[in-house]
Structures are given as structure tokens and as C-alpha cells.
């Protein structure tokens, strides 16, 4: 068995920039009506770096005072 994927991925967008649900496609060629993007389709298979970055919460002092009459 060939590792060679022949079909690709491709996403569908409308007017606006927003992806239409449901219009992932695989395809040889890229369809030609409508505005199409290629996509990663084998997760699974292509790798990919994740990073994750953590900040620490800021601390807060409160200070009361009193003054006896």
C-alpha cells in the first residue's frame, strides 16, 4: 500500500468568510464554483506542533484601617 494521498481536502466558504457546514469535500482537483480552500485532511497522519502558554493570576493586597475616636 502506496502513503501517497491522492485526494486533498477542500472547504467551502460563502460570501461573508464563514465556512458552510457540511461542504468539506476530497477531491483530485480543486472544484471550480464557489470559493474553495484546501485543508489538512489526514489529521492524523500529518504532523503538527501544539504550544500552550499559562500565566500566572494576579495577587491582590487589601489594607484596612482603623482609628479608634
Not at 50 to 66: V, Y
Request: glycine share 8%.
Amino acid at each position: 500500500m502506496s502513503n501517497k494521498r491522492i485526494n486533498k481536502a477542500y472547504v467551502r466558504y460563502d460570501g461573508t468568510g464563514r465556512v458552510i457546514a457540511g461542504g468539506n469535500i476530497l477531491s483530485r482537483l480543486k472544484p471550480k464554483v464557489g470559493n474553495w480552500s484546501e485543508t489538512p485532511a489526514y489529521e492524523c497522519c500529518n504532523p503538527t506542533t501544539t504550544t500552550s502558554t499559562t500565566t500566572a493570576a494576579p495577587t491582590t493586597t487589601t489594607s484596612t484601617t482603623t482609628t479608634a475616636p
